[in-house]
Nanobody, 116 residues
Framework: QVQLVESGGGLVQPGGSMRLSCAAS????????MGWYRQAPGKQRELVAA???????NYADSVKGRFTISRDNAKNTVYLQMNSLKPEDTAVYYC??????????WGQGTQVTVSS
């Protein structure tokens, strides 16, 4: 059974930083592409960042230069380092794994609130 458990969310002031972690189990982690999505109230879930099994990354235009996705295959963990946070980054952030075709396994989500 695939489990993705996010941690690290909370409240941060605009301009601040935060790191999200996602611990994976029940999956051949090093062989899977991983990603972070987010969903703000009233909006569709959107891809924020993704990292392939080979370490290639891609980002949404809105977070390029501010967010960094990385992975530690020894710890079965994927990270999202978020810098220069803005109020519009406020959302529930979800970890995702490409277990089958596309990102089809999800964590429970962690709330990130950027506010003064």
């Amino acid at each position: 059974q695939v489990q993705l458990v996010e941690s690290g969310g909370g409240l941060v002031q605009p301009g601040g930083s935060m790191r999200l972690s996602c611990a994976a189990s029940g999956i051949a982690f090093s062989a899977k592409d991983m990603g972070w999505y987010r969903q703000a109230p009233g909006k569709q879930r959107e891809l924020v960042a993704a990292i392939t099994r080979g370490g290639s990354t891609n980002y949404a235009d809105s977070v390029k230069g501010r967010f960094t996705i990385s992975r530690d295959n020894a710890k079965n963990t994927v990270y999202l380092q978020m810098n220069s946070l803005k109020p519009e980054d406020t959302a529930v952030y979800y970890c995702a794994a490409a277990y089958g075709i596309g990102f089809d396994r999800w964590g429970q989500g962690t709330q990130v609130t950027v506010s003064s």
